[in-house]
């Protein structure tokens, strides 16, 4: 049960291509109910359209479906339209993720904010084009989540069933933004420990990416108590899993991969478990160093491959490796203690192993 799927568990039910065509539908709806509003918000449209659909892994759709799935939920397309509303609540934390930490660039193009700046400029309006397009990330991830709802509710499946899913999405959205908080926070205060790291892995990113959509889908399905447990239990560490591999690529990943500039997360000064594991174990001179260059917005690529060259001599990306494998581990094993059905079982078994061996 620890072999790569041949097929990418996303594609599995041709979800991949059923999520598209329902964000696709849901947003052709929207530009047209906005260009009824004022044709100044055609911009808009297109800026939500080209990053909800210009790329997205789809994984956590994915481990709703298959939630449900294990769970004995009955596949239509109505669920699978609700499901896409999880897309939305990521597109909307990773615009404001990019205006926070000022990114230039996501998966290749530019992040919303400097998009819409550059927008500001070429079109010689007044004012501060940065503060115009600031204000537009705002907005724009506002809407999204506001979509989010809108998809969850219009989907099509029945008020009851939505009512049940409604606890865990609420929750799911609130974590998410508690977790930003908590990571902005601690790069304000320098907080290094891996106590706080590992908190705000959790929240930030670990429990809206694995455990609570497999506890939307459990819940769309009226799930007994002992598989969302197994879910909890696969959820949390499968989730941490990856939000380590996201912290090694955020420093060691190949831009042409993540549509990130290499080292960014460097640049940036996030204090993620592989950064702290590094000031953990670092002598005095190369813990000085690494916490000097850490949030430098200049460093440059001599800069990048110092810090590197000190994670790794510190045995700070080996620790983090390790405890990738080892949690996923822990979330393989939380799968044998409840009866999910072979095909839903193994497609989470292969999401784990996407989740965590990913490049990008």
């Known amino acids: 049960m620890t072999h790569a799927a041949p097929v990418s568990p996303v594609d599995r039910a041709d979800l991949r291509h059923r999520i598209d065509k329902a964000l696709t539908e849901f947003l052709t709806d929207q530009r047209a109910w906005m260009a009824g509003v004022d044709a100044a918000l055609a911009p808009v449209a297109e800026a939500i359209e080209s990053f909800v659909l210009g790329g997205g892994k ?67 309006w007044g004012g501060d084009p940065d503060g115009f397009g600031d204000a537009a990330a705002v907005l724009l991830g506002d809407l999204c989540l506001v979509w989010s709802d809108e998809v969850l509710h219009s989907a099509g499946l029945p008020p009851q069933t939505v009512a049940r899913a409604r606890p865990v999405f609420d929750e799911m959205r609130t974590e998410v933004t508690v977790g930003q908080y908590l990571d902005v926070l601690t790069q304000a205060t320098g907080d290094t420990s891996l106590e706080r790291a590992g908190k705000v892995a959790r929240y930030k990113s670990a429990k809206y990416t694995v455990e609570r959509p497999l506890l939307l889908g459990a819940a769309l399905a009226d799930a007994p108590p002992d598989v969302r447990t197994a879910y909890s239990a696969y959820g949390l560490p499968l989730g941490e899993a990856f939000q380590l591999r996201d912290d090694v690529l955020g420093v060691f990943g190949d831009p042409a991969q993540t549509g990130k500039p290499a080292g960014d997360d460097l640049r940036e000064g996030k204090r993620t478990y592989l950064v702290a594991a590094a000031v953990e174990t670092l002598d005095d001179p190369g813990r000085e160093v690494l916490l000097g260059a850490l949030g430098d917005p200049e460093l440059d690529e001599a800069g990048v491959i110092r810090l590197r060259e000190l994670i790794v001599a510190s045995g700070a990306l080996t620790r983090t490796e390790q405890r990738i494998v080892t949690l996923t581990d822990a979330a393989l094993a939380a799968l044998t203690a409840v009866d999910l059905g072979t095909e839903a079982r193994q497609a989470l078994v292969d999401l784990a192993i996407a989740a965590t061996r990913r490049s990008d």
């Open 58 to 124: 789809r994984l956590r759709p994915a481990f709703a479906y298959w939630g449900y799935r294990g769970a004995g939920g009955t596949d239509s397309d109505q669920l699978v339209t609700a499901l896409a509303a999880l897309e939305f609540v990521q597109a909307s934390a990773l615009i404001h993720d990019d205006l926070i930490d000022r990114s230039d660039t996501r998966r290749g193009e530019p992040s919303v904010h400097r998009r819409f700046a550059a927008r500001h400029r070429s079109s010689g």
